[in-house]
């Protein structure tokens, strides 16, 4: 086993078992298979929507510089200096730290192509260069030598996720000791809520956002980002049209370019893969139904036929998210409206299929998603640009 490249530069400082795990924390001094076919429910636990007096907050600084951020289901890690180096499994939780302008910093995570860094580009000054990211998961899983090699200050990733998943490969045993020997874990599971092992809280996109803010050191950073955003959306709530008039969606997975098979999410459901359309009044055309969301232990489809049955408003499509939207509607689309039963759906008739956007996503991806949406499902209310991006890049960039 590779062992980390500088033998003093971790230490521990204090560590604690978090509430759903046995994972042994440590602190840190300087430092799937299943893809976009996962699928959200209905939450197995509640948002958190308070901050209590429950270990969750970040302690003040002491004197010699270190400070504690605590995240369920890992507790506390107490850091004696900033991590630099870093990775996440999850590609929203890399939107987060480029949000934070720490992209430099990025090494790793689990697939690359799942990753969407094009929302980048419409940002002054804020590019990641995915080249020099490294994937996690390879044919038969995850290689925890990676992570030696890697050698990261921090990895972003909630632990539980990594030794619930079989195809990973990981034992519990062996994140413990890239805890001890490398570096840390935080973080939480947040894009669904449907897995049977996810039995602590779960966290907002935002909630989790602010614990890679304490991480980071940039909590004042976060703030100007988060009241960016909640003043971009209460701008675009107010002008969204009455309950009655906003449309029932189904929400589903099929990648292939002629798909008759759907993987099946619940747009009622929480996660944060799910965050744009709750914020746009999209209801979901399953409720009442007993078609329940794909999860780790649920890996039904379901064909056109059901799809009439429920025939939604609105069809949103995941796993063409490389693809333009005149490609979308030149392959999907086109193939739908020649199919003999796809063809009578509402949503085929009226042009109301889309993509429908990254599984993972971030902050900053976030306000991309909620912009696309706003303005293909609401054209009459909203088109063009709905949110300044200078300041969106003055805030990645520290200037605020």
Known sequence: MAEPTDGTRRRFIKSSLGVATGLAVAGCTGGSSEGDAETTTEATSTEATTTE??????????????????????GDVTFEQVPETWESYFPGYADMGVALGQADGLSAVGSKSRFYTSYYDELDGVSLDKENVVELVGDSGIDKEIYYELDNDVHLTDPEWLVSNSFFGL???????????????????IFRRTDDWHDYRYYTMYEAFEKVAEVFRKEDQYEAFKSFH???????REKLPAEKDRPNGLLCFAASDEPEKFSPYRINGKGSNKKQFHDLGVSDALEGTDVKGLSESNRGKIDYE??????PDALFVRGHETKTREEFRNTVVAFMEDHNVASQLTAVENDDVYRGGPIYQGPVQNLFLTERFATLLYPDTFSGKLFDRSEVSNIVAGEF
Do not use: K
């Open 53 to 74: 007096d429950d270990g969750t907050t970040t302690e003040e600084a002491n004197e010699s510089g270190s400070y504690t951020v605590s995240m369920v289901p890992v």
């Open 171 to 189: 034992e519990r045993e062996d994140v413990e000791q890239i805890t001890q020997q490398v570096g840390p874990f935080v973080g939480n599971t």
């Open 230 to 236: 909640d003043s971009y959306l209460d701008d675009v």
């Open 306 to 311: 059901t799809l009439l049955e429920v025939d």
